[in-house]
Structures are given as C-alpha cells and as structure tokens.
C-alpha cells in the first residue's frame, strides 16, 4: 500500500478492492469502486473549466466534493478548497488571488454506482506527477482577515499521508473518524491518508457537528478506531458521556487531540472514555501540517496539565528563538521556529508578502523555516511546552502579559471547563484584563476561590480585574477556536 501519489493510490485500491467501504455519509456506505466512477465521471467537468490553472470547489463536506478533488488530481489541476461559509466577496478574492477559476456548477451526480473497477491512471498524463507541483490548496481560518492560501505540494502529501498511516495504523480495516471541514490540513490525515491506504473514512455532517450524542453514537455504531479532533471536539463527547450514562468506546485505538490547549478536567476523562485507545497530542500549523506528537502518558491525563508538544515528526526539526533573534540550545523561552518535510513553499496572493518563512536565523543551514507565532517554554529536560501567541501578549498598567497563559491557569482548575481571557480598553488604566470561565455542572465555584488559584499561579499584574463566570458553552469559530468577539458581545458589554 502507498508507493504513489495520493490519487494514484486511491485508483490502485478501488480496482484491487472495489467492493470494501471508502466513506461512510449520512448513514450510508459509499464503496471504493464507487468513489472512483464519480471520479472519473466528474473528471469531464474538471476538464472544461478554462485554463491549466487552480479549480475552485467550496469545501461542503460530502462524498460528491471528494470526488471532484480526485477528479482535480486525475487532471493534474490543483484543487482550492475554501471554506463553504465564505461569503462571496471573499470567495472571489480568494480566487483572484489563487488564480482560480470556479468549477463550473453543475446538478449533483446521482448515477447509480457499481463496483466494476474502472479509470486507468496511467492515461491521466504522459509524464510523471511533478512531486513539487501543488495539488491542494489549503486555506487558514481567516480569524484575523482574509484566510490565507497555503499550497501544498504532491510530494508533501505523500510523504505525509506515509508518516501518518504509519503512526496510527491506518489501512485495510481501519475506520478513522473525519470531523474537520474539508478545507481543514487535518483533513490529510482523516480523509486523505486513509483513502490513500485503504481505510474507511466515517464523514460527519458539519450540522451534527456540535452535538456530542450523536458524535458519541457514530464513533459506536461506525466501530471508529481512529479519533483526531480540536479540542471541543473532546469537551462535547465526555460531557455527553457523563449526560447519558455512555461508560467507555473500547474500539477507538488512537485519540488525538490538535489545534489548541485541551483542558485539564476534559483530558482527564478520556483514558475512561477511550480505555483501549493510545492518546496523543498532535502540534502542527497549515503553513507546515503536523509537527510534533506526544504519546499522553495516564498520570499526565489524571493531573490534567498543559501538555507538552512531544517529538518532532521524522525530518521535522525546532528553533527556540527569542525577541534578539538569540537561537535558544537550553532552557528558556521564545518564539516557535519550525521546518518539516510536509510544509507549504509560501503563501499565494497578498499573504506571500508576510515575512513568516525565513532562513535559519544564524545561517546554519539552508532550510527554510517556518515562524509559527507560538511562544514556547523549553524546559531542563528540554521539553517544549506552548505558552501563548506572539500576537496575545499586552501590556497592562506597564506589566507585559500573555493571555493565553492565563488562560491556561484557568483551565487547570479542576471545575473550569472553558476560559477565554481579554484586554480590553479602559479610560483609566488604558487596558485591562477581563475574564469569562465556564464552570463544570453543578460547580459552585465562585470568584474568590478562582482568584486565589488564579494569584497561586500568576504574578499580580495577571490576574484578571473582571472575573465572570457562565454555564454555557462559549461562543466557537469554524475553527472551534473560542470566538473572542462574540465573548465581548456576550459578556462585556454595557447592557451586560
């Protein structure tokens, strides 16, 4: 299994095992043989879209969609995928901006399917794949502007798919869990490396995608093995275990947590949750895909503390760098500076402008490096653990602050289930700290207890001079990041 490009794979098993599952949507099974007519069928359609160039196809999950991007790849057409939320006017820029043209809109294609192999890869082109030539072009969140367009090469997604079928088992046999939007880099491990190795890709309906129950109940009735998912993810299944009595899955092997710090109360339900299943967690960014991994050992899961980042991937490789540009070799803390094998070669558009990758700071070697944003703490046993963004620290009454690490204090009490921590404006201090946390049901933590666990963990300065506290779930981007506007809205305004 896997020895050819992405899409040369996926043809290989739908003609050697047509007939075995390739996804699961909405219930039904849609099989390999299957896949692959659509495939070749829509490969008409991709073929009269004008020019050579980047098809765009809005990223709405559904076997239909992953079809069409088979469909680019068979034409050696880079794919666009952004996200099905956008609205026009950013769509259109996006596409300008990729040199894109939209795939033309057509009826979906309900031809009824056999399982008769069909396509022969070889007549898609007469010379070689260029391993460096883009196939899929991912898109960022888009939090702080217009997403930004990251290209990723051929060559990068096979040596991808690779690792990941390999670090979690991935093959004839395996279900693997798909829980991102298809615009989402995690999607190369879900859906990508498991169609390219034979598995079965279990789709859920981003409609259902905030309901723990039914996450619950898919992962039971699909016999899921594999799991990766953000971090809310994680928070609705334990809370809807706990809601309705569901005691354990022992048929999930592998349980990832990605994209954001996991709180301390909801990691220390996953060992019961998942009993049989080796937990990890998974650091990377779009820009360079997975970076690091970290096997999560019982007695980190019970104490819920921050985790650290783990292992860089094979021919992964980190800088520590501080403000000076001073390249960290001991303990201390900077700026995360990151190369693997599997990283995008830069933006396309506006975002190729922004000075993020850069040679190796002192010239030792002649990579290119990828700056994520992320500060680091790297400890005496050089381990390196995330202690907030760049972009996240403030100044308040003087005092320079991160607040993601005051976040990260919040969560670790143990009756703190979500935080989010802002600096907002004030006429006489200039800024403050303002904080929402989400208590665990039937907490009846209050805001003396919380600020003395606040002032045993953090310099005064840090503690936050507005405490507030919901029972609600907080507001969540596409991304499943917490969504700090909404916060404001709901939380800190006046008529709040």
Known sequence: ??????????????????????????????????????????????????????????????????????????????????????????????????????????????????????????????TPADPEAPVLLLTTSGSTGLPKIVPVAGGAVDRFTAWAAGAFGIGPGTNVLNYAPLNFDLCLLDVWTTLAYGGRVVLVDPDQAMS??????????????????????????????????????????????????????????????????????????????DSFVHEVTGEQAAAGAALPLGRPLPGADALVVTDDGTVLEGPGSGELWVTTPFQTSGYLGAAAARPVFAPHPTGADDRRWYRTGDLVHRGADGALTLAGRTDFQVKVRGVRINVQEVEHVLLAHPEVTEAAVLALPDEVAGRLLHAVARRTPGSGLNSLTLRGHLARGLPRAAVPSVLRFTDEPLPRTSTGKVDRDRVVKDHFTKEN
């Open 212 to 289: 723990g129950r039914h996450l619950l109940e898919t992962m039971e009735r699909h016999d899921v093995h594999v799991v990766q998912a953000v971090p809310m993810f994680h928070r609705l299944v334990t809370d809807a275990a706990r809601e309705h009595r569901t005691t354990a899955l022992p048929c999930v092997r592998h349980a990832m947590t990605t994209g954001d710090a996991l709180p301390g109360p909801v990691l220390a339900e996953l060992p019961r949750l998942f009993p049989n299943a080796r937990l990890h967690n998974v650091y990377g960014c779009t820009e360079t895909n």
């Open 1 to 126: 299994m896997g020895g050819g490009t992405l899409v040369e794979d996926i043809g290989a098993h739908a003609r050697r095992a047509p007939q075995e599952t390739a996804l699961v949507w909405h219930g039904d099974e849609i099989t390999y043989g299957a896949l692959w007519r659509r495939a070749e069928r829509a490969r008409a359609r991709v073929a009269d879209t004008p020019g050579r160039g980047p098809v765009g196809v809005p990223a709405v999950k559904s076997p239909g969609t992953i079809a069409l991007v088979l469909a680019c790849m068979l034409e050696r057409r880079p794919v666009l995928l952004p996200s099905a939320t956008l609205g026009k006017d950013v769509l259109e820029q996006l596409y300008e901006q990729a040199g894109a043209v939209p795939l033309p809109e057509r009826p979906d294609d309900d031809t009824p399917d056999d399982d008769t192999p069909y396509g022969d890869l070889g007549a898609t082109r007469d």
